[in-house]
DNA sequence: CTGTTAGCGCATTCAC
DNA sequence: GTGAATGCGCTAACAG
């Protein structure tokens, strides 16, 4: 009972050796058992028992081309925004057998190649990624690669195979819209820097007609930032009646900024945040803000994947979640 | 320039023989370019590039044993809390040339356990995981499978392998000492249901001599929880002058439904958090709370696992990260 | 239902 | 400096 196997790692040889079966039959006892009879079945797992065998995926990866594992590149997972989608992919997966392996691109397109050129050297059985994949070269390895890839968070024309996302264009239309139509005419943004936002910030803007003064922060935002942004702001235009921010982060810390300067919300500042995170319904007053459904997005990641594991042809792979500007206490 | 490769994958055996030399050349042009002339290590990139080769990790692996992958159990990702840990942890493993598989516990033992023999099959050169592992058999399947295993957040006399942690049971006493010194008499308590938690509680409880009202909420803690729990807190005892919260998220929740109620903070009620989280300095009042490193633990972890792997042996195996109350405004 | 044969793609011996 | 053989641990094809 001290230590059963302290250097030797036991192989499946081993419990059919200990079972009195050939080496394929315990394999298919194990991964198969449909194949095999009942007595065997039970032969062989008390064999797998006695010998404390823990099977060797990588292995059985290597003959069958099947790691069970899918790979996820986020920007960072510090970044609140993605974290229900890596959630839901993980239980998606992990409920089919397969793991996530994790990468994080920190926004860096050339980080992005390379960290997709070391995925790809793991054989993972799906790939994906947040945001479109940027570079050429990358999109033309993936391509080659065979691997089912899901871009998420953002829709395009011609995705390098699937996708699963909404337009940030539209997203920031709507939002420009929404502020217009509650009367107010003067506007300021608070920005991550990372390029979906700035194309949410392309639709505010070009459905206004005109620019509008922007602070851009650093990834990952938070309430600090959010803080730092709107005091910037009101030095460029303190008349600043509505902001639209990249975050609820940040719109969260541009509340608390704006109550730490005695600013109403909304009579003085009105404020829409973007995400729909956990705590923004439950902020004095709640946040209006953009919902996303970061977990559905996941989700349905999995499902493409999956179904294209079982090689099923997938009949829509492009698909839309769309958002909702989600309107509280904040305007 | 359509598309190079479609189906078979081009291996190092193509590569070797379009540079016209022998496969283990090829191999070493690549991995061990030391023991090749430059010559032929030029010729051999060449092969690669003309190819599109992506090398194979998974077969390298099988012979090798190094399969360059690190499995990281969390009891759940959107837990704020383990975030920094898991980013400082990928990004240092990243720069090793090692990736992340990610596996979530849902706080069950079952299932950690089920977790663990899943990623043992998947032959990682290290196991990081998030609390001491609960259950003996996990335990001693870790240590029969040999493989490097951190356990942290926690500490232990008796880790499975190493551990980067620090006590919870000290954290409640310094929050109950802090609470005294202060005069404070009156305490409740809002806490999550995980195992950590419960011991912080009972620091708190056994300094103080007595125990406290205390609402426990499910993980993950929220926002939204905590304004849940302050209400049932003063549903229990409407005195209570101090709360000892077991995450920020929960106390933030707790600042603001005591906002909605028109409670001064700290002059009617006292708030302290745990995790220190990015926005806990910039709330109004900014958070008094407990700040633990979650980013050195990841950090250790890894240099813990990277020195092991590199054959090293480890001379201190168990790192107390410590604690620090943080005195701010809520307090 | 069970077994035999033949690799998966690469890296570790050992030779030269 | 380079190469030939050997097998990592397992499973897909066939056969019986």
């Given at each position: 009972?001290?230590d059963?196997t302290p250097?030797k790692s ?5 419990v059919?050796?200990?079972a009195g079966v050939?080496l394929i039959?315990a394999?298919?006892?194990i991964?198969?058992?449909s194949l ?6 039970e ?5 797998v ?11 059985g990866g290597?003959k069958?081309?099947?790691s ?7 920007p960072?997972?510090a970044?609140?925004q993605?974290?229900?989608t890596?959630?839901a992919?993980?239980d998606?997966l ?5 793991q996530?392996?994790?990468g ?5 397109h050339a980080?992005?190649e390379a ?17 479109l994949v940027?570079s050429q070269?990358?999109r033309d390895?993936?391509r080659?690669?065979?691997i089912?890839v899901?871009?998420t968070w953002d829709?395009s024309?011609r ?13 920031g239309?709507a939002?420009a819209?929404y502020?217009?139509g509650?009367g107010?005419r003067?506007?300021?943004i608070a920005?991550?820097?990372?390029q979906?936002a ?5 639709g505010f803007v070009?459905t206004l007609?005109h620019d509008?003064?922007t ?7 938070s309430?600090?930032l959010g803080?730092q942004a709107l005091?910037?702001l ?14 609820d982060q940040l ?10 300067r005695?600013?109403r ?5 009105a404020?829409?945040g973007?995400?729909d ?5 439950y ?8 919902q996303?459904d970061?977990?559905a ?9 999956l179904d294209r594991?079982?090689g099923?042809?997938?009949k829509?792979?492009v ?5 909702r500007?989600?309107?509280?206490g904040?305007t």
């Amino acid at each position: 009972m001290a230590d059963s196997t302290p250097r030797k790692s036991v192989t499946l040889h081993d419990v059919a050796r200990q079972a009195g079966v050939s080496l394929i039959t315990a394999s298919r006892a194990i991964s198969n058992p449909s194949l095999v009879s009942d007595k065997t079945i039970e032969r062989v797992r008390q064999a797998v028992e006695a010998t404390g065998y823990i099977p060797n995926l990588l292995a059985g990866g290597l003959k069958s081309r099947r790691s069970l594992m899918v790979a996820a590149l986020v920007p960072n997972i510090a970044v609140a925004q993605f974290i229900p989608t890596v959630k839901a992919l993980t239980d998606a997966l992990d409920a089919a057998g397969y793991q996530l392996i994790l990468g994080q691109t920190g926004y860096d397109h050339a980080r992005e190649e390379a960290l997709l050129g070391t995925m790809i050297s793991r054989r993972p059985d799906g790939i994906v990624v947040t945001g479109l994949v940027h570079s050429q070269a990358a999109r033309d390895r993936l391509r080659s690669s065979g691997i089912p890839v899901v871009e998420t968070w953002d829709l395009s024309d011609r995705p390098v195979d699937m996708a699963v996302g909404f337009s940030h264009l539209k997203v920031g239309s709507a939002v420009a819209g929404y502020f217009l139509g509650k009367g107010w005419r003067r506007f300021g943004i608070a920005t991550g820097d990372d390029q979906r936002a700035a194309v949410r910030r392309e639709g505010f803007v070009s459905t206004l007609g005109h620019d509008v003064p922007t602070v851009k922060v650093p990834a990952p935002s938070s309430l600090a930032l959010g803080r730092q942004a709107l005091r910037q702001l009101l030095e460029i235009d303190p008349t600043i009646e509505a902001i639209f921010c990249s975050s609820d982060q940040l719109a969260q810390g541009v509340m608390e900024e704006a109550r730490a300067r005695g600013l109403r919300i909304p009579a003085d500042l009105a404020i829409c945040g973007f995400g729909d995170a956990d705590f923004a319904a439950y902020t004095e007053p709640p946040l209006t803000t953009v919902q996303v459904d970061g977990e559905a997005i996941g989700k349905l990641a999995a499902r493409l994947l999956l179904d294209r594991c079982r090689g099923e042809t997938v009949k829509e792979p492009v698909i839309d979640v769309g958002f909702r500007v989600v309107e509280r206490g904040t305007t």
